[in-house]
C-alpha cells in the first residue's frame, strides 16, 4: 500500500468518524516522548550490531 492510499483512507475516516480531540492530546501530552525514547533506543541497538 502506497503512502497516498493510506492517506486517502485516513482521509476517509476522519471524514466519517471525525477526530477525537481529546485522545490527541493525551498521545501528544503522554505517549510520543515515550514513542521517540522507545524508537531511539532501537534504532541504537541496530546501529551497534553493524
Known sequence: MEWKE???????????????YELVWDVI?????????????LLNKEKNKK
Not at 6 to 20: N, P, S, T
Not at 29 to 41: A, D, S
Open 29 to 41: 501530552t503522554t505517549k510520543i516522548l515515550k514513542l521517540r525514547e522507545e524508537m531511539e533506543r
Open 6 to 20: 493510506i492517506a486517502g483512507k485516513r482521509d476517509k475516516l476522519i471524514d466519517h468518524f471525525g477526530v477525537d
